[in-house]
């Protein structure tokens, strides 16, 4: 299991006692570091950068991210209502497939919705017509599946053998664009430069001469365009290139990289003691606030870890045997009432977090290094959790 590499910034002098426990705290100057980068980018290469809701859907940093991204890009009918209500700009929308019931309301909300097939592109042609009758205006793209993989773990890449995400680019054929205005990829996953420039190279001699009758396409996400060895200059030539050659507009879907080492997950330890390891649970639990943690697997990394000391296992309160979050080392043993905190939690982790087993979901604080103003956005109590499932 790798530890999760994560930059601790200014969290290292952020006092964990002024927030409640457990709590995730993001930081604002930050994520405008973050976002700033990638408005560089977008100006440079005069690409459109949108922010992936699926991994980051704080909405009380929405017009923050607006000052410096082109939009956002939904998942779903749900996020696509929350990106209308909450931020600016254009709206993208993909799923794997939609609901009948769903699209409607989906098409007009978006500026392009973005189907997985052109199955469903045709199955659903007469909705298409029907929505724009009343007035609404999108524009219809499609994912393909470039059938080239560079993703390191098997359950985080798009191009696995048997993906259901996108359609496979060899069984492409000019008819499948009636009606389609540009092309969608998601490749990547955590990754940088260098295995988007690869796989553009697989698929473009499939896709090029293509491109003249589209408006746009769409380079996806899992690009980590923030993290300080990605080679940003080399992403805008590839840009500017693309553009150059073939006169199309350009898309970028990043969700980690606007959130990069932008948070933490502050917590307490409830209890420790000795069980031929050292162990101490805390109110943080794997399974339910940091799921990548058990799904990828991953060691997030702790704030302020040194490289010496007492190996101690922490885990979580659930009941599940594996909710642990990994080996760590303290000073001592870390005693009842200690906080604790891990780095870049973010991107994913906040949009993931349930209530199995009761477990109470951490609250949320926006804090500003530059300026060290706090604002708690939200608390979760229990109705939270006894309201969900009746």
Not at 7 to 27: E, H, I, K, M, Q
Not at 226 to 251: C, E, M, Q, S, W
Not at 311 to 329: E, H, M, N, Q, W
Request: hydrophobic content about 45%; charged content about 25%.
């Amino acid at each position: 299991m790798e530890t999760q590499a994560g930059d601790p910034g200014a969290f290292a002098r952020f006092d964990l006692s002024r927030v409640p426990s457990p709590c995730f705290v993001v930081d604002e100057a930050a994520l405008r570091r973050n976002l700033l980068v990638l408005k560089d980018v977008a100006d440079r290469s005069d690409a459109k950068v949108l922010l992936a809701l699926k991994a980051f859907s704080m909405w009380a940093v929405a017009d923050v991210v607006g000052e410096y991204l082109h939009g956002v890009c939904a998942s779903g009918l749900w996020e696509a209502r929350l990106a209308r209500q909450h931020y600016r700009g254009e709206l993208t929308t993909y799923a794997p497939a939609y609901r009948p019931e769903d699209l409607p309301e989906i098409l007009r909300l978006s500026d392009t919705v973005i189907f997985n097939s052109p199955a469903q592109i045709s199955r659903f042609e007469d909705v298409i017509v029907a929505v724009r009758a009343e007035g609404a205006v999108f524009q219809v793209g499609l994912r393909l599946n470039p059938e080239f993989s560079e993703a390191a773990v098997a359950k985080y890449d798009p191009c696995a053998s048997g993906s259901r995400l996108g359609f496979p680019v060899s069984q492409l054929k000019p008819e499948h664009l009636r009606g389609v205005d540009g092309l969608h990829f998601h490749a990547l996953c955590e990754q940088g430069f260098e295995p988007l420039c690869r796989i553009w190279d697989a698929l473009e001699p499939m896709i090029g001469g293509l491109l003249a009758r589209l408006k746009w396409v769409n380079l996806g996400g899992g690009h980590h365009i923030t993290r300080a060895d990605y080679a940003r200059d080399d992403l805008v030539a590839f840009l500017n290139r693309i553009k150059d050659r073939y006169g199309i507009d350009l898309y970028l879907e990043p969700g980690e990289a606007i959130a990069l080492d932008a948070g933490i997950l502050v917590g307490e330890i409830l209890d420790s003691f000795v069980n031929g390891v050292a162990v101490a649970i805390t109110d943080i639990s794997a399974t339910c606030h940091m799921p990548d943690v058990l799904e990828a697997p991953y060691r997030p990394a702790l704030l302020n870890e040194g490289d010496q000391g007492v190996p101690v296992r922490l885990g979580g309160p659930s009941c599940l045997a594996g909710d642990v979050i990994g080996d760590y080392l303290f000073a001592d043993l870390p005693a009842p009432g200690k906080r604790i905190a891990f780095l870049d939690q973010a991107h994913y982790s906040m949009v993931k977090t349930t209530t199995f087993n009761g477990v109470p979901l951490p609250a949320i604080a926006l804090w500003n290094s530059d300026t060290d103003a706090l604002q708690l956005v939200r608390r979760f109590d229990y109705a939270d959790f006894r309201d969900r499932l009746s």
